[in-house]
């Protein structure tokens, strides 16, 4: 089963930076797609960007941007950087393995955005 472990969160500022990564024990490029999904308290988790295995990327209207996910391939990771935070981007943030319609997650890590 493949294993994939966030890093990078953390407190910040509003209108600062945070760059997350997700590192995948399999091979990225072997996924449909990987994406990062985030959960704020009392509310359900949410699609914030997807990228495909052509290289396709898609984002949630809240982050359009402002946030970029790519993908390094020799490293077997995925990122997320996140530009100009707002405190309404606080949350859990996962990321997502899909394959054969299959979603693996990793543990999530925490944003915190202060005003």
């Known amino acids: 089963q493949v294993q994939l472990v966030e890093s990078g969160g953390g407190l910040v500022q509003a209108g600062g930076s945070l760059r997350l990564s997700c590192a995948s024990s399999?091979?990225?490029?072997?996924?449909?797609?990987m994406g990062w999904y985030r959960q704020a308290p009392g509310k359900q988790r949410e699609l914030v960007a997807v990228?495909?295995?052509?290289?396709?990327?898609n984002y949630a209207d809240s982050v359009k941007g402002r946030f970029t996910i790519s993908r390094d391939n020799a490293k077997n990771t995925v990122a997320l950087q996140m530009n100009s935070l707002k405190p309404d981007d606080t949350g859990v943030y996962y990321c997502?393995?899909?394959?054969?319609?299959?979603?693996?997650w990793g543990q999530g890590t925490q944003v915190t955005v202060s005003s």
């Open positions: 997502d393995g899909l394959r054969y319609g299959i979603h693996s």
């Open positions: 399999g091979i990225i490029f072997s996924f449909d797609a």
């Open positions: 990228l495909g295995s052509s290289g396709s990327t």
